[in-house]
Protein backbone atom coordinates (compact mmCIF):
# COMPACT_ATOMS: atom_id res chain seq x y z
CA UNK A 1 0.00 0.00 0.00
CA UNK A 2 1.22 3.40 -0.96
CA UNK A 3 1.36 6.02 1.80
CA UNK A 4 1.33 9.83 1.49
CA UNK A 5 4.63 10.79 3.20
CA UNK A 6 3.44 14.77 3.84
CA UNK A 7 1.33 15.84 6.96
CA UNK A 8 -2.30 16.77 7.06
CA UNK A 9 -2.24 20.41 7.58
CA UNK A 10 -5.58 19.89 10.25
CA UNK A 11 -6.40 18.48 13.37
CA UNK A 12 -2.11 17.79 14.58
CA UNK A 13 -1.63 15.90 17.39
CA UNK A 14 -1.82 18.62 20.60
CA UNK A 15 1.21 18.11 23.63
CA UNK A 16 0.31 16.98 27.15
CA UNK A 17 1.09 19.16 30.02
CA UNK A 18 3.66 17.37 30.22
CA UNK A 19 4.96 17.66 26.46
CA UNK A 20 4.15 14.24 25.09
CA UNK A 21 2.09 14.13 21.70
CA UNK A 22 -1.26 12.97 21.98
CA UNK A 23 -4.03 12.43 19.68
CA UNK A 24 -5.33 15.42 18.47
CA UNK A 25 -9.58 14.64 19.66
CA UNK A 26 -7.82 13.69 23.15
CA UNK A 27 -9.46 15.70 26.00
CA UNK A 28 -6.91 18.81 26.71
CA UNK A 29 -5.82 16.73 30.54
CA UNK A 30 -7.31 13.47 32.22
CA UNK A 31 -6.27 11.21 34.79
CA UNK A 32 -3.82 9.93 33.27
CA UNK A 33 -1.70 12.85 32.99
CA UNK A 34 -1.56 12.64 36.30
CA UNK A 35 0.38 9.41 36.35
CA UNK A 36 4.38 8.47 36.67
CA UNK A 37 5.78 9.09 33.56
CA UNK A 38 6.09 5.63 32.86
CA UNK A 39 3.04 4.69 33.16
CA UNK A 40 1.26 7.23 31.11
CA UNK A 41 2.28 6.13 27.45
CA UNK A 42 0.66 2.56 28.06
CA UNK A 43 -2.76 3.66 29.48
CA UNK A 44 -3.12 6.18 26.47
CA UNK A 45 -2.09 2.88 24.02
CA UNK A 46 -4.79 1.11 25.85
CA UNK A 47 -7.35 4.23 25.75
CA UNK A 48 -7.84 4.25 29.55
CA UNK A 49 -8.11 7.63 29.09
CA UNK A 50 -10.84 7.28 26.81
CA UNK A 51 -13.80 4.88 28.72
CA UNK A 52 -16.31 5.24 25.73
CA UNK A 53 -15.07 1.82 24.15
CA UNK A 54 -15.16 0.09 27.59
CA UNK A 55 -18.99 0.69 28.58
CA UNK A 56 -19.52 -0.18 24.59
CA UNK A 57 -17.89 -3.68 25.23
CA UNK A 58 -19.10 -3.91 28.68
CA UNK A 59 -22.81 -3.01 28.07
CA UNK A 60 -23.88 -6.27 25.98
CA UNK A 61 -22.21 -8.53 28.54
CA UNK A 62 -24.50 -6.51 31.16
CA UNK A 63 -27.62 -7.03 28.76
CA UNK A 64 -27.41 -10.19 28.57
CA UNK A 65 -26.60 -10.95 32.25
CA UNK A 66 -30.27 -9.24 32.98
CA UNK A 67 -31.89 -10.98 30.21
CA UNK A 68 -30.37 -14.40 32.18
CA UNK A 69 -31.41 -13.46 35.55
CA UNK A 70 -34.65 -15.44 36.79
CA UNK A 71 -37.86 -13.35 36.72
CA UNK A 72 -38.42 -11.23 39.58
CA UNK A 73 -34.72 -10.97 40.03
CA UNK A 74 -31.92 -8.58 39.43
CA UNK A 75 -28.47 -9.37 37.82
CA UNK A 76 -25.63 -10.71 40.00
CA UNK A 77 -23.67 -7.68 41.20
CA UNK A 78 -20.85 -9.43 41.16
CA UNK A 79 -20.84 -11.16 37.30
CA UNK A 80 -21.13 -7.28 36.20
CA UNK A 81 -18.26 -6.20 37.80
CA UNK A 82 -16.42 -9.21 36.49
CA UNK A 83 -17.55 -8.35 32.65
CA UNK A 84 -16.22 -4.65 34.12
CA UNK A 85 -13.04 -5.69 34.60
CA UNK A 86 -12.87 -8.02 31.65
CA UNK A 87 -14.19 -5.40 29.07
CA UNK A 88 -11.85 -2.66 30.73
CA UNK A 89 -8.27 -5.03 30.44
CA UNK A 90 -9.68 -6.82 26.89
CA UNK A 91 -10.62 -3.58 25.13
CA UNK A 92 -7.53 -2.34 26.33
CA UNK A 93 -5.73 -5.22 24.67
CA UNK A 94 -7.89 -4.62 21.69
CA UNK A 95 -6.82 -1.29 21.45
CA UNK A 96 -3.11 -2.59 21.35
CA UNK A 97 -3.46 -4.69 18.85
CA UNK A 98 -5.38 -2.51 16.56
CA UNK A 99 -2.88 -0.08 17.51
CA UNK A 100 0.52 -2.56 16.23
CA UNK A 101 -1.60 -3.29 12.83
CA UNK A 102 -1.95 0.29 12.03
CA UNK A 103 1.19 2.04 13.39
CA UNK A 104 1.98 3.34 10.04
CA UNK A 105 -1.34 4.28 8.86
CA UNK A 106 -1.84 5.90 12.40
CA UNK A 107 1.16 7.94 11.59
CA UNK A 108 -0.59 9.66 8.31
CA UNK A 109 -3.63 10.34 9.79
CA UNK A 110 -4.09 13.52 11.70
CA UNK A 111 -6.62 12.21 14.53
CA UNK A 112 -4.46 9.22 15.37
CA UNK A 113 -0.41 10.46 14.87
CA UNK A 114 -0.01 11.53 18.76
CA UNK A 115 -0.87 8.12 18.88
CA UNK A 116 1.82 6.16 21.86
CA UNK A 117 3.55 3.76 18.63
CA UNK A 118 3.41 6.44 15.51
CA UNK A 119 4.60 9.18 18.19
CA UNK A 120 7.53 7.16 18.90
CA UNK A 121 6.41 7.03 22.77
CA UNK A 122 6.20 2.78 22.93
CA UNK A 123 8.14 0.76 20.87
CA UNK A 124 6.51 -2.71 19.01
CA UNK A 125 8.54 -5.34 21.47
CA UNK A 126 7.14 -3.44 24.12
CA UNK A 127 3.38 -3.22 22.85
CA UNK A 128 3.54 -6.63 22.12
CA UNK A 129 4.50 -7.39 26.17
CA UNK A 130 1.53 -4.93 27.14
CA UNK A 131 -0.88 -7.11 24.87
CA UNK A 132 0.43 -10.18 26.34
CA UNK A 133 -0.16 -9.10 29.97
CA UNK A 134 -3.73 -7.61 28.86
CA UNK A 135 -4.81 -10.58 27.44
CA UNK A 136 -3.56 -13.03 30.41
CA UNK A 137 -5.32 -10.67 32.83
CA UNK A 138 -8.56 -10.88 30.43
CA UNK A 139 -7.79 -15.24 30.64
CA UNK A 140 -8.24 -15.22 34.06
CA UNK A 141 -11.52 -13.26 34.15
CA UNK A 142 -12.23 -15.66 31.75
CA UNK A 143 -11.51 -18.84 34.11
CA UNK A 144 -13.58 -17.48 36.78
CA UNK A 145 -17.10 -18.38 34.36
CA UNK A 146 -18.04 -21.96 33.86
CA UNK A 147 -16.32 -23.94 31.32
CA UNK A 148 -18.91 -23.33 28.57
CA UNK A 149 -18.68 -19.52 28.99
CA UNK A 150 -14.68 -20.21 29.14
CA UNK A 151 -14.86 -21.84 25.34
CA UNK A 152 -17.20 -18.98 24.24
CA UNK A 153 -15.18 -16.93 25.52
CA UNK A 154 -12.03 -18.20 23.69
CA UNK A 155 -13.61 -18.50 20.30
CA UNK A 156 -14.11 -14.95 19.98
CA UNK A 157 -10.73 -14.48 19.87
CA UNK A 158 -10.80 -14.80 15.89
CA UNK A 159 -13.06 -11.90 14.92
CA UNK A 160 -10.74 -9.88 17.30
CA UNK A 161 -7.39 -10.88 16.00
CA UNK A 162 -9.00 -10.07 12.47
CA UNK A 163 -10.73 -6.92 12.92
CA UNK A 164 -7.95 -5.03 13.00
CA UNK A 165 -6.90 -5.97 9.15
CA UNK A 166 -10.39 -6.13 7.86
CA UNK A 167 -9.98 -2.13 6.87
CA UNK A 168 -7.40 -2.85 4.07
CA UNK A 169 -9.81 -5.67 2.54
CA UNK A 170 -13.21 -4.53 2.98
CA UNK A 171 -15.22 -1.54 3.10
CA UNK A 172 -17.24 -3.07 6.12
CA UNK A 173 -14.85 -3.22 8.93
CA UNK A 174 -17.40 -2.03 11.35
CA UNK A 175 -19.01 -5.53 10.76
CA UNK A 176 -17.01 -7.46 11.71
CA UNK A 177 -16.21 -4.78 14.58
CA UNK A 178 -19.97 -5.56 15.46
CA UNK A 179 -19.55 -9.09 15.92
CA UNK A 180 -16.26 -8.59 17.74
CA UNK A 181 -17.91 -5.88 20.42
CA UNK A 182 -21.47 -7.89 21.08
CA UNK A 183 -19.66 -10.96 21.66
CA UNK A 184 -21.08 -10.19 25.09
CA UNK A 185 -24.25 -10.66 24.65
CA UNK A 186 -23.68 -14.04 23.94
CA UNK A 187 -21.09 -14.19 27.00
CA UNK A 188 -23.48 -12.54 29.87
CA UNK A 189 -26.62 -15.41 29.27
CA UNK A 190 -24.17 -17.99 29.07
CA UNK A 191 -22.43 -16.96 32.30
CA UNK A 192 -26.01 -17.05 34.45
CA UNK A 193 -27.44 -20.26 32.47
CA UNK A 194 -24.27 -22.20 31.18
CA UNK A 195 -25.88 -22.24 27.46
CA UNK A 196 -27.12 -19.49 25.26
CA UNK A 197 -30.99 -19.31 24.13
CA UNK A 198 -32.44 -17.44 21.50
CA UNK A 199 -33.20 -14.41 23.57
CA UNK A 200 -29.45 -14.19 23.61
CA UNK A 201 -28.71 -14.71 19.88
CA UNK A 202 -30.97 -12.07 19.29
CA UNK A 203 -29.88 -9.68 21.31
CA UNK A 204 -26.66 -10.18 19.84
CA UNK A 205 -27.58 -9.56 16.31
CA UNK A 206 -29.28 -6.18 17.62
CA UNK A 207 -25.93 -4.95 19.14
CA UNK A 208 -24.21 -6.17 15.71
CA UNK A 209 -26.59 -3.73 14.14
CA UNK A 210 -26.36 -1.36 16.58
CA UNK A 211 -22.47 -1.03 15.97
CA UNK A 212 -23.02 -1.02 12.28
CA UNK A 213 -24.87 2.48 13.35
CA UNK A 214 -22.81 4.05 16.26
CA UNK A 215 -19.32 3.20 14.68
CA UNK A 216 -20.01 4.47 11.04
CA UNK A 217 -20.95 7.79 12.46
CA UNK A 218 -17.47 7.56 14.21
CA UNK A 219 -15.85 6.64 10.85
CA UNK A 220 -17.14 9.69 9.03
CA UNK A 221 -14.60 11.60 11.55
CA UNK A 222 -11.49 9.72 9.32
CA UNK A 223 -13.15 9.79 6.16
CA UNK A 224 -10.74 12.18 4.06
CA UNK A 225 -7.90 10.92 5.53
CA UNK A 226 -8.81 7.57 4.86
CA UNK A 227 -9.70 7.80 1.75
CA UNK A 228 -5.83 9.24 0.85
CA UNK A 229 -4.33 6.88 3.50
CA UNK A 230 -6.13 4.43 1.20
CA UNK A 231 -8.27 2.30 3.79
CA UNK A 232 -12.07 1.55 4.15
CA UNK A 233 -14.76 1.91 6.36
CA UNK A 234 -18.77 2.09 5.81
CA UNK A 235 -18.14 5.79 5.91
CA UNK A 236 -16.39 6.17 2.76
CA UNK A 237 -18.88 3.48 1.11
CA UNK A 238 -22.40 4.90 2.20
CA UNK A 239 -21.32 8.23 1.84
CA UNK A 240 -24.72 10.29 1.39
CA UNK A 241 -26.69 7.23 1.84
CA UNK A 242 -25.34 7.33 5.39
CA UNK A 243 -28.70 8.50 6.83
CA UNK A 244 -30.91 5.62 5.57
CA UNK A 245 -28.33 3.30 6.60
CA UNK A 246 -28.38 4.25 9.80
CA UNK A 247 -32.63 4.22 9.80
CA UNK A 248 -32.46 0.82 9.01
CA UNK A 249 -29.78 -0.85 11.46
CA UNK A 250 -31.07 1.34 14.29
CA UNK A 251 -34.73 0.12 13.59
CA UNK A 252 -33.33 -2.81 13.24
CA UNK A 253 -31.67 -3.00 16.44
CA UNK A 254 -34.72 -1.69 18.32
CA UNK A 255 -36.91 -4.45 16.42
CA UNK A 256 -34.26 -7.39 17.73
CA UNK A 257 -33.97 -6.27 21.12
CA UNK A 258 -37.61 -6.12 21.60
CA UNK A 259 -37.84 -9.14 19.92
CA UNK A 260 -35.23 -10.64 22.87
CA UNK A 261 -37.54 -8.68 25.65
CA UNK A 262 -40.18 -10.49 24.76
CA UNK A 263 -39.02 -14.03 24.32
CA UNK A 264 -37.42 -13.26 27.51
CA UNK A 265 -40.95 -12.44 29.05
CA UNK A 266 -39.79 -8.99 30.34
CA UNK A 267 -42.14 -6.69 32.18
CA UNK A 268 -43.41 -3.51 31.16
CA UNK A 269 -40.70 -1.29 31.97
CA UNK A 270 -38.35 -2.82 29.78
CA UNK A 271 -40.27 -1.39 27.07
CA UNK A 272 -40.76 1.88 28.36
CA UNK A 273 -36.79 2.11 28.03
CA UNK A 274 -36.91 0.63 25.01
CA UNK A 275 -38.97 3.54 23.73
CA UNK A 276 -36.71 6.26 25.07
CA UNK A 277 -33.80 4.48 23.41
CA UNK A 278 -35.55 4.33 20.08
CA UNK A 279 -35.91 7.94 20.22
CA UNK A 280 -32.35 8.53 21.27
CA UNK A 281 -31.56 6.89 18.18
CA UNK A 282 -33.72 8.19 15.85
CA UNK A 283 -32.31 11.72 16.43
CA UNK A 284 -29.03 10.32 15.88
CA UNK A 285 -30.30 9.25 12.27
CA UNK A 286 -31.81 12.55 11.96
CA UNK A 287 -29.86 14.97 12.81
CA UNK A 288 -26.11 13.98 12.66
CA UNK A 289 -23.93 16.10 10.65
CA UNK A 290 -21.43 13.94 8.61
CA UNK A 291 -19.67 17.00 8.07
CA UNK A 292 -18.71 17.98 11.04
CA UNK A 293 -16.04 15.60 13.23
CA UNK A 294 -17.06 17.02 16.23
CA UNK A 295 -20.71 16.28 16.56
CA UNK A 296 -19.93 13.05 15.18
CA UNK A 297 -17.81 12.17 18.14
CA UNK A 298 -20.43 13.42 20.23
CA UNK A 299 -22.75 11.26 18.91
CA UNK A 300 -20.75 8.39 18.96
CA UNK A 301 -20.17 9.01 22.75
CA UNK A 302 -23.68 9.24 23.63
CA UNK A 303 -24.10 5.50 22.80
CA UNK A 304 -22.85 4.76 26.11
CA UNK A 305 -25.34 6.31 27.73
CA UNK A 306 -28.25 5.00 25.73
CA UNK A 307 -26.32 1.44 26.15
CA UNK A 308 -26.85 2.34 30.06
CA UNK A 309 -30.61 2.98 29.02
CA UNK A 310 -31.19 -0.27 27.66
CA UNK A 311 -29.32 -2.24 30.42
CA UNK A 312 -31.53 -0.37 33.39
CA UNK A 313 -34.59 -0.95 31.23
CA UNK A 314 -33.77 -5.22 30.35
CA UNK A 315 -32.96 -5.03 34.45
CA UNK A 316 -36.37 -3.54 35.70
CA UNK A 317 -38.28 -5.19 32.93
CA UNK A 318 -36.99 -8.91 34.46
CA UNK A 319 -37.45 -7.44 38.18
CA UNK A 320 -41.20 -6.30 37.30
CA UNK A 321 -41.64 -9.57 35.16
Not at 167 to 179: D, E, F, S, Y
Not at 217 to 222: E, M, R, S, T, V
Not at 251 to 265: D, S
Request: proline share 7%; hydrophobic share 55%.
Amino acid sequence: MNMPTTPFPQGEAQPTPQGEARPADAAPVTWVDHMPAVLRPYLRLARADRPIGIWLLMLPCWWSAALAAPAGALPDWRLLLLFFVGAAVMRGAGCTLNDIADRDIDARVARTRGRPLPSGAIGVRAAFAFLAAQALAGLLVLLSLNMFTVWLGIASLLPVAVYPFMKRITHWPQAVLGIAFNWGALVGWSAVRGDLGWPAVLLYLAGILWTLGYDTIYAHQDKEDDAVVGVKSTALRLGDRTRPFLWLVYGGMVALTGAAGALAGLGWPFWLGLGAAALHLGWQAATTDFDDSPECLARFKSNSRLGFVIFIAIAAGQWAA
